[in-house]
């Protein structure tokens, strides 16, 4: 078998059959990824919360990781194959984490790795080092073969000061630019020096909101909502900034954050921190400040508020506002750097309201459990599918 | 009146009661954060969070509130000042209340006073820095006043000679400085050696504040800090560290000898679980600090970000009333998110 039959991979989409040539063996690099799930069910390494850890573990699987493909190239076919066009990694990924980014580092590592690219990390230069803590316990705990190699040879984590000159480096070597951070600092990232033909991904400020049918709150839900809220509060850009009831009325909110109040501490069992649980305080004296109605959480976990939907949003890291809105009232008070709509809503309404979102700003619209999910296309970019780039156009015949 | 002895709590609850209604009446947001009109304990007596000053204008107006200039904390920890509204009324009672407590701890005699800032620091209209409030606090003390530094940013700037001058006709000074800046300015740097031997035997009250996080960071102990500043000076000299915000502006806590902070009889301090905000009368929590003297903005009672602990039992120092032990802020961690925070 060639070398290249053994590293070209084939996708089917409509009339397009794309060969994937990696400088490795796909489906070993995915085994080897899913086979430290195991490991990973056993022990978290400081760092991760139970949350991250768990979500890896579901995100590190063969169906997710070979999902990554499908739903970038197509259905991967076997056998002998007519390829309409041929796509070869680009190579020389740069990354740019903030101090206080989250699961995206380790995320975006895991999707860069399973392409063969070599990818150099810039990572926060106070902040706590996950794809730090994920590399170093993948490499104890995997086997030799394509993920050792890669983390051994084309993994390179920098932790560097903003004003060093490596950046300058970094940003010339690269031929793809990520960075994740303030609108200022991916513009600055953006600025530096670059190849002619790098392309550039910033993924910067961003909000997101949670949408519901009042019918559609039971229990469960509430305490979905509550999970995926208390994982980054609002600190994320796929945090919810607030939930709105869509043709609620002001006793429908009322009747929620009553609930929410009363599942909080049946749903999250762990204290927040001490300094964490004084903001919570200082949230909701800003909200009642400000004419919202705000409860405190048992154990002052959380605030929970009411108020109308076209107020200023009041702020507070675990503070969750409601109000009730119509669709369009809820449409009009999307920010402009909407990014993710988590909905909880019947299929019929889910339909209407996403035809309705058509043309907006907002750049996914997805199940609430699945507002913090990472996938090859984010802030509406198809970073993933960029880290190729066509060979050739004509037609090849391999087997595979 | 003497700071610290036994209160009459029932006459403290009356005034604090009536402050609150005061504000609640007076103050838009403070009337619409605090529910109820009944506050039948010192211990159920509503607090502001400390950081509400940082984020939002608390403003009591009255017919009897005069409103003069804001004060505004340092803001080291967050680049974000607080924000108090300083009143006539207010003012008054708070320059009496700084110099109560602080002639029980230096005495009653005034003297020159040194200030380790720059006279510019003054020059700001419609609003003082903490800094320079906390100096001024110690006026009425003085017998004249002296700026030791040029440039308060630059510890290099100090002026020996005009402390030289002030050694040579005075027995007797005080000396007030924020805690990182007395270390820079004077505990660390290199005496010149005619003003060393001027200082000898001399009798220095050194007062600061503002905390010890920056001499944490550069390891400086408790210890060494005081040796150097009392290194050859006479026997009466002392180095008295105090804890005040701007929140609670008019009440110092400095740390007597015997390592405790007093409550003076104007003033009170609950110790809260951070988690149920219950009231801890024998463990660290967080800190409640209160006042009768805030009438300008409703921080006649705070919840502040620092942890502490209530003492039991008499100090050896012989004051009398109610005391703490000082543990620290609330620690902190980077809240984790993606890059929106």
């Known amino acids: ?400 | 009146m003497k700071p610290y002895s036994q209160r009459n709590d029932a006459r403290f609850l009356a005034e604090m009661q009536a402050l609150t209604r005061h504000h609640q009446q007076g103050c838009l947001p403070y009337g619409a954060m605090i529910a109820g009109r009944e506050f039948p304990s010192i211990e159920e007596l509503p607090f502001v969070h400390v950081g509400m000053f940082k984020n939002i204008a608390l403003k009591t107006e009255s017919d009897h509130i005069t409103h003069q200039r804001n004060l505004l904390s340092s803001a080291t920890s967050s680049g974000v000042s607080s924000v108090i509204s300083l009143d006539k009324t207010s003012s008054e009672l708070q320059s009496k209340s700084v110099i109560r407590i602080l002639k029980d701890f230096v005495g009653e005699e005034r003297r020159p006073l040194l200030i380790l800032d720059s006279a510019a620091s003054l020059r700001s209209r419609g609003k003082v820095s903490a800094r320079i409030a906390a100096a001024l606090g110690l006026q009425p003390l003085s017998t004249e006043i002296h700026f030791l530094l040029k440039d308060i940013h630059d510890p290099s700037t100090m002026q020996w000679e005009t402390l030289l001058k002030v050694l040579e006709n005075h027995d007797d000074i005080l000396v007030y400085g924020f805690t990182w800046v007395l270390w820079l300015a004077w505990g660390q740097a290199k005496i010149p050696n005619n003003v060393k031997a001027a200082l000898k035997g001399k009798n220095i009250q050194f007062v600061h504040s503002g905390g010890w996080k920056k001499l944490e960071a550069s390891k400086v102990h408790f210890d060494s800090f005081h040796a150097a500043l009392l290194e050859n000076l006479g026997n009466a000299s002392q180095v008295i560290d105090y804890y005040g915000l701007v929140e609670q502006v008019g009440i110092i806590y400095p740390l007597c000898s015997h390592g405790s902070r007093h409550v003076p009889l104007w003033a009170d301090v609950i110790v809260r679980d951070p988690w149920t905000l219950k009231p801890i009368h024998d463990g660290p929590g967080q800190l409640q600090l209160m006042n009768v003297l805030a009438h300008g903005a409703p921080y006649h009672s705070v919840l502040t970000e620092d942890m502490g602990r209530l003492l039991q039992g008499e100090c050896g120092c012989g004051r009398k009333g109610k005391r703490f032990e000082l543990l620290g802020r609330i620690p902190k961690a980077e809240t984790r998110g993606c890059s929106n925070v």
């Open chain 1, 1 to 400: 078998m060639s070398e290249q039959s053994v590293n070209t991979v084939v996708f089917q989409s409509a009339g397009t059959v794309t060969g994937v040539k990696l400088p490795f063996d796909l489906d070993a690099m995915v085994q080897a990824w899913s086979s430290l799930r195991t490991a990973m069910i056993r022990e978290i390494p400081d760092g991760f919360t139970r949350d991250e850890w768990a979500y890896l573990i579901s995100f590190m699987s063969s169906e997710s990781l070979n999902g990554v493909y499908e739903s970038t190239f197509g259905k991967r076919l076997v056998g002998e194959q007519a390829i309409t066009e041929t796509l070869t990694i680009r190579d020389n990924v740069a990354l740019w984490l903030p101090n206080n980014v989250s699961l995206l580092g380790p995320l975006v590592m895991i999707l860069v790795s399973i392409t063969g690219s070599a990818l150099h990390v810039k990572i926060g230069s106070r902040s706590e080092n996950l794809c730090e803590v994920l590399s170093q316990w993948a490499l104890t705990n995997t086997a030799e073969g394509p993920l050792k190699s890669w983390l051994e040879n084309k993994l390179v984590l920098m932790r560097i000061g903003r004003g060093d000159p490596r950046l300058k480096r970094l940003s010339q070597w690269a031929n793809i630019k990520m960075a994740f951070g303030s609108d200022s600092g991916c513009r600055a990232i953006a600025d530096l020096p670059s190849r002619p033909d790098a392309i550039n991904f910033s993924f910067s400020d961003k909000q997101s909101r949670i949408w519901c049918l009042k019918e559609e709150l039971t229990d469960d839900v509430i305490q979905m909502i509550i999970k995926v809220f208390s994982i980054y509060g609002r600190a994320g850009c796929t945090s919810p900034q607030c939930l709105t009831i869509l043709d609620g009325t002001e006793a429908d909110c009322l009747e929620l954050a009553e609930r929410l109040t009363e599942y909080w501490p049946k749903t999250i069992r762990k204290d927040v921190e001490m300094h964490i649980a004084s903001d919570n305080v200082l949230s909701l004296q800003l909200a009642r400040a400000k004419q919202w109605n705000a409860w405190l959480v048992a154990r002052n976990k959380a605030v929970i508020s009411v108020g109308p939907a076209d107020a200023e949003l009041p702020s507070g890291h675990l503070h969750l506002p409601i109000s009730g809105a119509s669709l369009d009232e809820a449409t009009a008070a999307l920010p402009d750097n909407i990014q993710t709509i988590g909905f909880v809503m019947s299929e019929a309404r889910q339909k209407e309201v996403a035809e309705h979102l058509e043309g907006t700003q907002v750049k996914r619209f997805v199940p609430v459990e699945q507002m913090h999910h990472f996938g090859p296309v984010w802030d509406g970019m198809e970073f993933w599918k960029a880290l190729f780039c066509e060979e050739s156009s004509h037609d090849q015949k391999t087997r595979v």
